[in-house]
């Protein structure tokens, strides 16, 4: 049953159809009076920027309304969707996309010099298969680690007083994966531009060695502590794409959870640092067979694979 995205009742019906699909009127909530799901007449980009900025209202109608609560005039049975095949496309494109963003990241061996980037050659690609089903089983390592982690959390907390809330009367394990790779869009979106556009390593390094032109009324800082603080954001000292992948998709996957259980955020932490450890232990497992065959150096391609994947 969907719930309302402000107060999480349940409730059977989100929008009434009336004669064509964009003609339709939104329900309101019986405990709130408000909307109970204005993201029903939403366009997919305005769902995608508020997925990124961690909008709560927006994962609950993508976990719990997605594809329900439409009612059609004088049909009274609800739609249903199912939850496991938007699973299974999801998790794919998006495994796709983090298996090109590492293939990206390791198979250069400058990665601020895009010539010299594997090209598609019979070598690149099964590289990349490799790197694609290493991020498989890492993937498939990270979610089954939340999900027991989440079903012992669930077990250990105490029983919810009456009323249940709806989030946790409509709670689905299978809600957690779903969760997961909704999470994930963020540090994607940001990773997979940084893989597109990476700093030019000729003007970086020429950077070093030449000082820069400042405007004459330009403010500049001398102060010794600022100035080491400042040169913490650096290129070479600022591992950009390891703050975003474990940093930021860290506390987008916590953020997500938090949403779906309806728990601490103590409890969440310690879900997501769960998940880390049994991803980090499958990486150490696969990061040698990963490494080979990537046109740079084995035992180099499988430290870079580490790296990256271990937060």
Known sequence: MPICTSCAQPTPYLYT???????????????CHAFADPYVEHDTLTLLLDL?????????????????????VGDKT??????????????SALI??????????????????????????????????RILVGCFFETAAFHAGVVLACYAVLKLLPSPRSPVSGIREQFRYSHIPLTLFYSSLTKLFLLFCLSIWRPDATKTGLATHARPHLHPNATTFTHPVVVRALELLDEDKLDREWVVRNVLGG?????????????????????????WL????????????????????DKAAEEMWLAYSIP
Not at 18 to 31: D, G, I, V, W
Not at 79 to 86: I, Q, V
Not at 113 to 125: C, K, L, P, V
């Open 17 to 31: 159809v009336y004669n064509s699909a964009y003609n339709f009127r939104l329900e309101q909530c019986t405990a």
């Open 52 to 72: 990124i900025l961690l909008k709560r209202d927006v994962y609950r109608h993508l976990l719990y309304n997605r594809g329900l609560g439409a009612r059609k």
């Open 78 to 91: 609800p739609a249903k969707e199912d939850r496991w095949w938007l699973i299974a496309r999801l998790g």
């Open 96 to 129: 796709c996309v983090d298996a090109f963003i590492r293939w990206t990241h390791i198979s250069s061996s400058h990665p601020g010099d895009i010539s010299e980037m594997a090209t598609w050659n019979r070598a690149a690609i099964a590289g990349f298969v």
């Open 251 to 275: 506390m987008a996957a916590g953020f997500g959870l938090r949403v779906v259980l309806d728990c601490h955020p103590i409890l969440t932490t310690m879900i997501i640092i769960t998940g």
């Open 278 to 297: 049994v991803k980090t232990a499958v990486a150490n497992l696969v990061s040698g067979w990963v490494g080979m065959g990537l046109g740079v150096d």
